[in-house]
């Protein structure tokens, strides 16, 4: 069963650069690595997707070396409202038994 | 156009109790996931249905179960509650049930068990 994990928190600055790594070792080679954002009360919500080098869309960059044991999720210039939990999502399995395994979550505190 | 929708919103039951919880996805998306929140802790997956049929399942006891309707949309049920059965439980839909389909989350519903 894959595994993910993450930084329990970590703290920023307005304007920063943030780096969130993910840890999956098992994942396995047809699976996707997803990250999403959740803010509290509220359902997890999706920033990116990639499966291996790196991706980049209008709000983050994402990177995965080679061997997709890990990835990096990279957040330009974080803002005050960037403030959230951000999580890793690997799935497995072929259908009928394909699982969705959330990573432990990396709490971000942007600071002004 | 709406996004995933989930009722009831918070939920109060007791020990032993049984209760269901309905999800309706996304116009368009044949795919339901369930997950469960604990407070603190990132979502676990419970269960993935797609075109009525179960393509996924957690590692969660018999006494949860759930099911899809023709219309897509889907019924959590959890028997025997537990104390440690509080936690917020959230849909997802996708499109399919393919790896790498995006799902999108609904708002959850708070289940309390006393």
């Known amino acids: 069963l894959a595994k993910t994990t993450q930084p329990i928190s970590m703290d920023s600055y307005e304007g920063q650069e943030v780096n969130i790594t993910c840890s999956h070792n098992?994942?396995?080679?047809?699976?996707?690595i997803t990250w999403y954002q959740q803010f509290p009360s509220q359902g997890p919500r999706f920033i990116i997707q990639g499966y291996k080098t790196k991706v980049t869309n209008e709000v983050a960059s994402l990177f995965i070396p080679a061997d997709r044991k890990s990835s990096t999720l990279s957040l330009p210039r974080v803002s005050l409202s960037d403030t959230a939990v951000y999580y890793c999502?690997?799935?497995?399995?072929?259908?009928?038994?394909?699982?969705?395994?959330f990573g432990t979550g990396t709490r971000l505190k942007v600071l002004a | 156009d709406a996004g995933v929708t989930q009722s009831p919103t918070h939920l109060i039951k007791t020990r032993g109790q049984h209760v269901t919880l309905r999800c309706s996805p996304i116009?368009?998306?044949?795919?339901v996931s369930w997950y469960q929140q604990v407070l603190g802790q990132g979502p676990q997956f419970i269960f993935q249905y797609y075109e009525k049929e179960e393509r996924g399942r957690g590692n969660f006891p018999d006494r949860f179960s759930a099911r899809q309707f023709p219309n897509y949309s889907s019924e959590l049920n959890v028997n025997a509650l537990l104390l440690g059965d509080s936690a917020l439980y959230l849909c997802?839909?996708?499109?399919?049930?393919?790896?790498?389909?995006?799902?999108?989350f609904g708002p959850g519903t708070r289940l309390t068990v006393l």
């Open positions: 997802a839909s996708s499109l399919r049930d393919r790896v790498g389909d995006e799902q999108f």
């Open positions: 098992n994942i396995a080679t047809n699976d996707y």
């Open positions: 999502l690997v799935g497995e399995g072929p259908s009928g038994t394909y699982k969705y395994i």
């Open positions: 116009s368009g998306h044949k795919s």
